[in-house]
């Protein structure tokens, strides 16, 4: 049997590349040996490589995504595994770029990762499809702030959020009026376009949905307690939060969650691993984001996920690899 070639494409051009290169390793780590063949690819906002024996750096030909290799002959993979969280593997350029030179990979296609890396635009076609979310208001950098509206419209607290969909920096929590400007400043740092969004006050939880062998599946609902105020970029990825799965909520609100969450992820033609973030208020899970790039070192929130689902990391990559190449 012919072993099908697959890299595993990690890093980035955002602060994100620190976990990517975690969740690319257990990537790495779990793809079946006896199916595939599986290379370590890095991809920085100054270099492309791939990583050989002793770490020695290949550059990748971006050409056509090959590497050219000491003995002259070319390698080139039949799937490149995507686990960039962030720009560029996130926000649909990689895709936009992987179709154009022909080549397969895993998770979803250009368009569905443009939009869901946009906030404000994946809230507005969700919410045809009768996705609830925040009252927000959207700011464009340059735009006139009229505070005094914005509270009148919104109440306090507010948060004020980068419509681009990274890591959470850039978010703050708004308590008094007379910090809502700074808060915008600090959201401007991050991204041209702002959202700043109702306060809702309920339990955040953490939705894993993916298609596994042909049915869009809910992995799992996780509970999000903060140490700190709200689920910052601290809590996310320096462990200042408690997070248990499965959420602590009745068996009517865990199925209306996952209704809700399998109706975002169809609504929008998603495929690979997602994960979408939703406050519950009264019952009802409003949608705050959806990633399509979610984290997945040890340490995750989906692989903690699968886990309790009783699905193998090894059967969950594997399964991606086995879409891309049939796509």
């Known amino acids: 049997m012919n072993k099908k070639s697959v890299a595993v494409v990690m890093g980035g051009y955002s602060d994100e590349y620190v976990v990517s290169l975690k969740s690319g390793q257990l990537i790495y780590d779990s793809l079946d040996r006896n ?3 599986v290379y370590k690819v890095v991809v920085l906002k100054d270099e492309w490589y791939f990583l050989g024996e002793n770490d020695k750096k290949y550059e990748i030909n971006r050409g056509d995504f090959s590497v050219t290799l000491d003995n ?3 390698l080139k993979f039949d799937v490149c595994f995507n686990i960039i969280h962030g720009t560029p593997g996130e926000n649909g350029i990689l895709q936009a770029y992987w179709d154009a030179i022909g080549q397969k990979y895993t998770g979803c ?3 569905q990762s443009a939009l869901t890396f946009n906030k404000k635009d994946t809230l507005a076609v969700l919410s045809k499809y009768g996705i609830p979310s925040a009252k927000s208001i959207y700011l ?7 505070v005094d509206k914005i509270v009148e419209e919104l109440n306090l607290p507010l948060f004020v959020k980068p419509n681009q969909s990274g890591s959470s920096l850039g978010i703050s929590k708004v308590k008094e009026k007379s910090e809502l400007i700074a808060a915008t400043e600090i959201a401007f740092k991050e991204d041209d376009e702002i959202l700043i969004e109702s306060f809702l006050n309920g339990m955040e939880v953490s939705v894993g949905v993916i298609d596994f062998k042909g049915e869009t599946i809910v992995l799992g609902i996780t509970e999000i307690v903060p140490t700190n ?20 909520i009745d068996e009517e609100t865990t199925k209306r969650v996952e209704e809700i969450a399998k109706r975002a992820y169809n609504s929008l033609g998603m495929s690979g691993f997602s994960r979408s973030e939703y406050i519950l208020m009264d019952g009802i899970p ?4 959806m990633n399509t790039n979610p984290g997945f070192s040890p340490a995750s929130i989906l692989p903690q996920q699968a886990r309790h689902y009783g699905i193998s990391i090894m059967d969950l990559c594997g399964n991606e690899v086995e879409k891309a190449l049939n796509k």
């Open 35 to 37: 199916l595939y063949d």
């Open 72 to 74: 002259g002959e070319t």
């Open 109 to 111: 296609d250009f368009y």
């Open 140 to 146: 464009r950098k340059g735009e006139a702030i009229d």
């Open 229 to 248: 105020e709200f689920f910052d970029y601290e809590a996310k990825y320096e462990g200042a939060s408690e997070e248990i799965t499965p959420a602590r």
């Open 286 to 289: 409003y949608m705050l984001e």
